[in-house]
């Protein structure tokens, strides 16, 4: 199967044959890894690159976005990218036999380089951040075929992720495998992606699906304003990494492409405008998917700040609020009330929720935020003092950021009110789960539809 199709291609039957994990640096033995991370050896941290976006640049070759399946979350993804954006040069004939990065800097770039207290949680991911880049893999087709079957190859990340103090400071050291180096160096046909573009998305499966759209529409956009991209759907999932799970379409449409479209307009330069289901002549199951998307400017999405405009003085108007889910809108209703200027709300705090427990429940986050705030502050002595601190706190102190200790007792608050509301009402809690992936509008559709039926 081919990366892009326009016509229905006929099935080939595929077989999978496991290549050894690779943690052969020293194939002899002469030297293991774990044996040389106790040597005080000298780190190979190449220099940052002089690249447009002042060092933010990532690009990945076009057999690793477009052959390759793989399945990270968001978290293992932005930390891949980071770390190839900031220590690797693309011109290099080989990749540095380790990448020793602080773990300061990397918890800033995971929260879009924010400053932030760093906490026992974080510290907690980062462990679990070792183990996934360590034990996931890329699957890829190989030239190798067997009675007419291809072949398939598994590649490994990373073959050690390593946390490690030197001279006071706590890093973390990356031992790439050195297959990857063909998918990231001296590349020909590959895809240019922003870092910190990439970074506002939320799960693993929107910045994979980006990376193919933003792929294709860099190579179209001077061809047409619209691009038509077409997926066999099984193609997709293996691209996905979803193996087993969400093995019916519609499981694979509710709750990976509609999510993950919903982000990528949210808040990137790809906008999708449309996704056509094809089948089969005379056939009811959906095989192939096409995508018509366009490019969209940085106005269109919901992260933008107008440049030379007081962010003070922005007002969202219907199209903008139109955007926002259900619990979205409830939480920017609660911010406004509060005191909070709308653009404030509306474009530095509600774009700034974090974390999957209040991922369709804002309005549970916000609700908490401020009454932990109504908790703590001291200089609110008017509502406008008060709405003025809060912002702060939220924008400048970084309070209720995700790394601070503040977060983890909202979060520990709203993943409470979830299971409550789970319990008692466990028909509103699934309509939460529901309108999460809609806008306000299209939740309201989708409700009336239900109580017709």
């Known amino acids: ?227 038509v991209y077409v997926f066999e759907v099984e193609r997709l999932r293996f691209l996905l990494g979803l193996g087993e799970k969400y093995g019916g379409y519609k499981e694979l449409k509710r709750w990976i492409l509609e999510p993950s479209i919903k982000q990528i307009n949210k808040e990137t330069t790809v906008r999708v405008l449309d996704v056509v289901e094809m089948r089969r002549q005379g056939g009811r199951k959906v095989t192939h998917l096409e995508f018509h998307f366009v490019s969209q400017s940085p106005e269109a999405y919901v992260g933008y700040v107008p440049e030379g405009k007081a962010l003070p003085d922005f007002v969202p108007e219907a199209g903008d609020l139109n955007k926002l889910s259900r619990s979205e809108i409830n939480a920017y209703g609660l911010l406004v009330d509060f005191g909070v200027k709308p653009g404030i709300a509306y474009r530095k705090i509600l774009p700034e929720i974090k974390g999957s427990e209040s991922h369709g429940f804002e309005d549970y986050f916000i609700r908490h935020a401020l009454g932990w705030f109504d908790e703590k502050a001291r200089n609110k002595k008017s509502k406008v003092q008060a709405a003025a601190t809060f912002v702060t706190w939220w924008t400048r102190s970084r309070v209720f950021d995700v790394t601070g200790d503040a977060w983890i007792r909202i979060n520990e608050r709203v993943v409470g009110d979830r299971k409550k509301l789970e319990r008692k009402n466990p028909e509103s809690f699934g309509n939460r789960l529901v309108a999460r992936t809609m806008t306000d509008a299209e939740f309201r559709d989708w409700y009336r539809g239900r109580e017709k039926v």
């Open 1 to 227: 199967t081919g990366k892009g199709e326009k016509s229905v291609p006929e099935g080939v039957e595929k077989s999978t044959v496991k290549i050894a994990r690779g943690r052969d640096r020293y194939p002899n033995g002469e030297r293991s890894v774990l044996g040389e991370m106790e040597m005080d050896f000298k780190i190979q941290i190449m220099k940052k690159q002089t690249m447009n976006g002042g060092n933010e640049i990532i690009r990945l070759d076009d057999r690793l976005v477009y052959h390759g399946s793989y399945s990270l979350t968001a978290r293992a993804t932005k930390t891949i990218c980071y770390v190839m954006a900031k220590y690797v040069d693309p011109g290099s004939s080989a990749l540095p036999d380790v990448i020793r990065v602080p773990i300061a800097d990397l918890y800033r770039a995971l929260m879009d380089g924010r400053a932030g207290k760093a906490s026992k949680s974080f510290y907690s991911e980062i462990t679990r951040l070792c183990d996934e880049l360590t034990s996931s893999r890329i699957v890829f087709q190989s030239d190798v075929k067997v009675d007419g079957v291809e072949l398939e190859g598994h590649v490994y990340w990373c073959s050690a992720v390593v946390p490690k103090k030197y001279r006071g400071v706590r890093y973390i050291d990356f031992y790439f495998c050195k297959y990857l180096e063909q998918f990231l160096l001296g590349l020909s046909k590959y895809v240019r992606l922003y870092r910190p573009e990439l970074n506002r998305l939320k799960t693993g499966y929107a910045i994979r699906l980006f990376q193919m759209l933003k792929g294709e529409r860099n190579r179209k956009e001077k061809f047409g304003k619209k691009s």
